[in-house]
């Protein structure tokens, strides 16, 4: 990837700072009603959202625009406004990515906080605060979990993939003994990291995951050693017109260019 001209650079820096000050203070304000029976509510009648979401978001929201007023804001628990469009840089924000582990106890879920210009993710960070666990990113600079530099797991025999079923039984045949069946990460942007960490060596991504879920943790990954790709083989785009996402395909090497074949090969009544 080409370096950062310097004065973007500095800003990313800058940037990276806040946003992992902010993600820790809001995995705080989320641990409080963890395992602590949140009040819940379903959106669209099949999401779960509960009062740590909604606190978490604005702690987030406040925090974030007062230290930059003149960045777009685009979250998963805030209503969409398009004049975020005008702005330069945008945050991209999941202040609970895996709510439904987050209200079952699980501990794999995560703050997810971008900031992203043009398209692009210039600072990442996920807060795992039930795990311990705090990963970033800068472009160019590498990727780290709690202050140490993390890499894709190197090519093996066999390869542990996660993400849905149907999609994974599509794999050409050859590859189906080497396949060992990942667990159920409910946090998308989690899931993301343990490639980027090494615990994981792939994974599927169903239609319609949202900015906010995959903008930070996909710089992550790609500062990792791996990448996240769309069925053109091409890194998604964050905070246009457009946040909804087709299938996509996440790892590295050889095993990475199979699944993006897979995803590739899709008719349309495999992803919407």
Same mark, same amino acid.
């Given at each position: 990837m080409p370096e950062l001209d310097p004065a973007v650079s500095a800003g990313a820096t800058e940037d990276l700072q806040l946003l992992r000050d902010a993600a820790r203070e809001a995995g705080l304000i989320a641990m409080q009603y963890f395992n602590n029976n949140p009040q819940v509510w379903m959106k669209g009648g099949t999401s779960p959202?509960?009062?740590?979401?909604?606190?978490?978001?604005?702690?987030?929201?406040?925090?974030?625009?007062?230290?930059?007023?003149?960045?777009?804001?685009?979250?998963?628990e805030t209503v969409d406004? =398009?004049?975020?469009?005008?702005?330069?840089?945008?945050?991209?924000?999941?202040?609970?990515?895996?709510?439904?582990?987050? !209200?079952?106890?699980?501990?794999?879920?995560?703050?997810?906080?971008?900031?992203?210009?043009?398209?692009?993710?210039?600072?990442?960070? !996920?807060?795992c605060p039930a795990k311990g666990e705090i990963y970033w990113a800068l472009p160019g600079e590498g990727a780290f979990l709690n202050g140490r530099r993390i890499s894709v797991r190197p090519p093996a025999e066999t390869a542990e993939i996660a993400g849905p079923k149907a999609m994974i039984d599509l794999m050409p045949a050859k590859w189906h003994k080497r396949l060992k069946r990942g667990p159920y990460i409910p946090s998308l942007a989690y899931r993301l990291a343990m490639i980027a960490?090494?615990?994981?060596?792939?994974?599927?991504?169903?239609?319609?995951?949202? @900015?906010?879920?995959?903008?930070?943790? @996909?710089?992550?990954?790609?500062?990792?050693?791996?990448?996240?790709?769309?069925?053109?083989?091409?890194?998604?785009?964050?905070a246009g017109?457009?946040?909804?996402?087709? =299938?996509?395909?996440?790892?590295?090497?050889?095993?990475?260019?199979? !699944?993006?074949?897979?995803?590739?090969? !899709?008719?349309?009544?495999h992803y919407q």
């Open positions: 959202v509960s009062e740590a979401d909604h606190a978490a978001d604005k702690y987030l929201r406040e925090t974030l625009l007062a230290a930059r007023p003149d960045y777009g804001w685009l979250s998963e406004d =398009p004049v975020r469009l005008v702005a330069r840089r945008t945050f991209v924000v999941d202040p609970i990515d895996g709510t439904r582990g987050f !209200l079952e106890g699980l501990p794999t879920w995560c703050v997810s906080v971008a900031v992203v210009e043009n398209g692009r993710t210039l600072a990442g960070v !996920l807060d960490g090494g615990q994981l060596d792939a994974t599927f991504v169903k239609a319609n995951a949202h @900015d906010w879920d995959i903008a930070a943790a @996909d710089l992550i990954l790609r500062e990792a050693g791996g990448a996240l790709l769309d069925r053109h083989g091409r890194a998604p785009l964050y017109e457009v946040i909804r996402h087709g =299938p996509l395909a996440a790892g590295s090497g050889e095993l990475l260019a199979v !699944l993006a074949g897979v995803i590739a090969g !899709l008719t349309i009544d």
